[in-house]
């Protein structure tokens, strides 16, 4: 199990730092300047270290911190986190979660209303991306639904956002109890919106809507069989690159485990002693909570 949960962290932020490198780009734009990325390269619009990732893997490091702080109920805890990392000065954060710091005033809920009637909505994918430790510390999967869902509300007004949350994790739990990832996913997408050929690509920009970024995450983990050749497929498409690689490599590293990812690009993560150690205390958790279950 914390070889899972080991792989999906370390997973997660492999995609998230191969992705900087190209995200806003065309494929055009990325063959004409890199060829084809392959490698941890940093830079990108943001101008990041080599090895060092974005708001994808802050945001899921603070819902980790969260968990870790209060397991029972997290989520007070987990905007604790946030706007801990709001004060760190961070070079992106995403436009819907901006707009809900600068709208909180005690109370996310009400912060989340606000944003989602200035733009007219918050199906963003900034809640999709941080999501994966709740299917972590959780084994009970009524526990791990409503955290999904409540950890999206808290800056994501829109449904769309915490039923990819809800879907996601569930892939992510059968991962965990030792699904194959393929037939994991499509049991899940099952009379769902995201149940579509995946044989030819989405007719949808791999952009940052929610709905957008879960078709190409599932398409690229459909399609490819290695946790790189995953990678390679989502940094490569441009647009919402790092956000796409990192959701497709959580998954895929869940499944194929920290022991088999590629050790050059793990340790090239400037994050990966951290993510290591969270994932130890996530596995405690999950453990305890096994245990609570089972008494």
């Known amino acids: 199990m914390l070889d899972k949960i080991k792989g999906g962290l370390i997973g997660f932020a492999i995609g998230d730092a191969m992705g900087v490198a190209t995200e806003f780009m065309s494929p055009e734009e990325i063959k004409e300047r890199y060829g084809v990325v392959t490698e941890i390269l940093g830079g990108g619009v943001f101008g990041f270290k080599r090895g060092e990732t974005s708001d994808d ?24 986190q946030f706007l801990k990392w709001k004060a760190s ?12 710091f600068r709208n909180y005033k005690g ?12 733009l ?24 791990m639904d ?5 950890q999206s509300k808290i800056t994501h007004q829109e449904d769309s956002a915490s039923d990819a949350c809800v879907l996601y994790n569930r892939i992510a739990r059968r991962l965990l109890l030792g699904e194959e990832l393929k037939s994991a996913i499509t049991a899940e997408i099952k009379n769902t919106q995201y149940d579509i050929d995946y044989s030819i690509a989405p007719d949808c920009p791999p952009s940052g ?46 499944e194929v485990g920290y022991h088999n990812l590629p050790y050059k690009h793990a340790d090239k993560l400037l994050s990966k002693d951290s993510l290591e150690e969270l994932a130890e205390v996530l596995c405690e958790i999950r453990d305890r909570d096994t245990s609570a279950q089972e008494g």
Not at 61 to 75: H, L
Not at 122 to 142: E, H, K, V
Not at 233 to 239: D, E, K, L, P, T
Request: aromatic residues 8%; proline residues 2%; glycine residues 10%.
């Open 120 to 143: 007219g909505q918050s199906g963003g994918n900034g809640t999709l991306m941080r999501c994966l430790p709740i299917a972590f510390a959780y084994c009970d999967i009524q526990k």
């Open 107 to 118: 109370d996310w809920f009400q912060a989340a209303e606000v944003t989602h009637k200035q």
């Open 57 to 80: 893997t802050d945001m899921t490091v603070a819902v980790a911190k969260g968990i870790i702080a209060n397991s029972i109920d997290p989520i007070e805890e987990i905007g604790r």
């Open 146 to 150: 409503e955290i999904s869902i409540i």
């Open 209 to 254: 809507y929610v709905v957008h970024t879960l078709k190409w995450v599932f398409y690229w983990l459909l399609n490819k069989n290695t946790f790189l050749d995953v990678i390679i497929g989502a940094v490569n498409m441009g647009n919402d690159s790092d956000t796409i690689a990192a959701i497709a490599g959580g998954l895929k590293g869940v």
């Open 89 to 100: 000065n961070p070079k992106d954060i995403g436009i819907t979660i901006a707009s809900t």
